[in-house]
């Protein structure tokens, strides 16, 4: 196991460093200490750190949710925190207080369409998991219905960098905000690592949980609370990027297994290089144009994804 863990984290130093040679200007790396070279160093660095804090929390999310909801198919947005952020961000345009305010109401926008998806599913102080499925799809439809309504009625061409942001983008301009995201995020996958035992208790069966001491109600109210967090600290920065919290937990499990203590960090290295390779790609693809990386991650996350369902159907 420990020669899995020493290959991925060599291939991500690979992916990094490929992240920052790599664009629409090449830097050699015979000149990557030159003085000159120092600014877009930075600016790729930066771009690198946003999407190894990214991967790392929507994977996790994705995680902590399939195992909860004992569902293949869970992924952090399915509590409507992608249709909350976006319709927050629209607002913001539609206000004209986007720069500066649209993580901010972004993230007001994700964490009200939680609390909205959690109080519609509750039933006496209980969370059953098909009626969280059931308010996540509900809420996140009709969110995603008024974002189309407000983008089609209006006339304003900020909603150009709405729809870029809609499918995601590592561009850091707020690096305070980026600190704040990254503590949220580190914070909570450790959280979330806290409880890697009681996931492998719960992914198996509340009632072979509940025989082994588990308290299900309140382990699921602390982890729906560190995920929204997580996942509405992600989308607040770089948008919505799709693939990734569904995507690398289940190529993981065929790595090393179903234990979450193993699991979570294999899955955080896995989804930081995912997404340092993606966003390479967003780059240097179609130079001097960049592709929003939630496009990449569809592209390269839906085939891979398709491949792992079916392989898994032949199993069974």
């Known amino acids: 196991m420990k020669s899995k863990f020493l290959l991925l984290f060599l291939i991500l130093i690979l992916a990094v460093l490929l992240g920052i040679i790599k664009g629409s200007v090449n830097i050699p790396l015979g000149e990557l200490f030159f003085k000159a070279n120092q600014p877009i160093i930075m600016l790729r660095a930066f771009r690198i750190i946003v999407g190894i804090i990214a991967g790392m929390g929507l994977a996790v999310s994705g995680i902590v949710l399939q195992a909860i909801l004992r569902n293949c198919l869970a992924e952090p947005y399915l509590l409507g925190t992608s249709s909350g952020a976006g319709l927050g961000a629209v607002l913001a345009i539609v206000m004209g207080i986007s720069g500066v305010y649209l993580p901010f109401m972004a993230f007001i926008g994700a964490i009200l369409s939680v609390i909205l998806v959690y109080n519609l599913a509750r039933e006496n102080n209980k969370i059953p998991e098909q009626s969280l499925i059931l308010s996540g799809v509900i809420v996140s439809v009709a969110l995603s219905a008024i974002i189309i309504f407000l983008i089609s009625i209006s006339s304003n061409e900020a909603f150009h960098g709405a729809t870029w942001w809609l499918w995601g983008s590592l561009q850091v301009y707020d690096f305070k905000l980026l600190g704040i995201v990254s503590f949220i995020v580190l914070a909570g996958v450790a959280v979330i690592y806290i409880f ?3 996931l492998n208790a719960i992914s198996i069966g509340e009632e072979e949980a509940l025989h082994l001491g588990v308290n299900i109600e309140i382990i699921k109210r602390v982890l729906i609370i560190v995920t929204s967090l997580i996942t509405a600290s992600v989308v607040c920065i770089c948008g919505i990027i799709g693939f990734v919290g569904l995507m690398i ?6 790595v090393v297994g179903p234990n979450h203590k ?6 955080c290295l896995a989804a930081a290089i995912f997404m340092v390779v993606c966003d390479t790609l967003s780059r240097t693809l179609f130079p001097p144009l960049e592709i929003p990386i939630g496009v990449i991650t569809a592209i390269l996350g839906a085939p891979v994804f398709i491949f792992l369902l079916k392989r898994r159907q032949k199993v069974r």
């Open 249 to 254: 937990p289940h190529m993981m499990r065929l």
């Open 262 to 267: 193993i699991l979570i960090p294999a899955t």
């Open 196 to 198: 890697s035992q009681d």
